[in-house]
T-cell receptor
Framework: EAGVTQSPTHLIKTRGQQATLRCSPI?????VYWYQQALGLGLQFLLW???????NRGNFPPRFSGRQFPNYSSELNVNALELEDSALYLC????????????FGQGTRLTVV | KQEVTQIPAALSVPEGENLVLNCSFT??????LQWFRQDPGKGLTSLLL?????REQTSGRLNASLDKSSGRSTLYIAASQPGDSATYLC???????????FGAGTQVVVTP
């Protein structure tokens, strides 16, 4: 069974551009989570989608946005990129519910130059 | 506001020794606690999930305990190997809003 897949693996953008990161959850999982891991910092919660709806959002500016598609895959968009947006972006998926196990993808390394 | 702390931040042991990694959390009203492993520049690999009603979980050389009332979990790795070198993270799910709250991790080096 395929795990959580993220694309692209690496992404290099120029300051001010937009970046789009994609995540395909494990088959059957309806919840998708996005986290940012900047160098030397811990995992910071970005967004949680469940059944196509945004359920919770972390303390990030509005230029971080996303959506979840009918097949439960998800997209994270970062507009007006800043140098400090350079980080590893991790996606996780789980079954819906509060007692479920989360599984992570390998991440997208975003570099803003 | 839930805070998750992992001590120590880094740990180095010779091969064959047992590893003991600690995780503490401030709000005991959690649904579950999950231990992960992260290799440099990679994603997270789930190691163990402990539900709030459980006291421990075991998988191979790994054993995790949970004391919800005191806000603590401990991950034991028996007979460590160089391949166990990685950063270990614990995370708690503590409300209906779905997110996992992570500790900063313990970086482990197992020397041959």
């Amino acid at each position: 069974e395929a795990g959580v897949t993220q694309s692209p693996t690496h992404l290099i953008k120029t300051r001010g551009q937009q970046a789009t990161l994609r995540c395909s959850p494990i088959s059957g999982h309806t919840s998708v989570y996005w986290y940012q891991q900047a160098l030397g910092l811990g995992l910071q919660f970005l967004l949680w989608y469940d059944e196509g709806e945004e359920r919770n959002r972390g303390n990030f500016p509005p230029r971080f946005s996303g959506r979840q598609f009918p097949n439960y895959s998800s997209e994270l968009n970062v507009n007006a990129l800043e140098l400090e947006d350079s980080a590893l972006y991790l996606c996780a998926s789980s079954w819906s519910g509060t007692h479920t196990e989360a599984f992570f993808g390998q991440g997208t390394r975003l570099t803003v130059v | 506001k839930q805070e998750v702390t992992q001590i120590p931040a880094a740990l180095s042991v010779p091969e064959g020794e047992n590893l003991v990694l600690n995780c503490s959390f401030t709000d005991s009203a959690i649904y579950n606690l999950q231990w992960f492993r992260q290799d440099p520049g990679k994603g997270l690999t789930s190691l163990l999930l402990i539900q709030s009603s459980q006291r421990e979980q075991t998988s191979g050389r790994l054993n995790a305990s949970l004391d919800k009332s005191s806000g603590r979990s401990t991950l034991y790795i028996a007979a460590s190997q160089p391949g166990d070198s990685a950063t270990y993270l614990c995370a708690v799910r503590d409300d209906s809003w779905g997110k996992l709250q992570f500790g900063a991790g313990t970086q482990v080096v197992v020397t041959p």
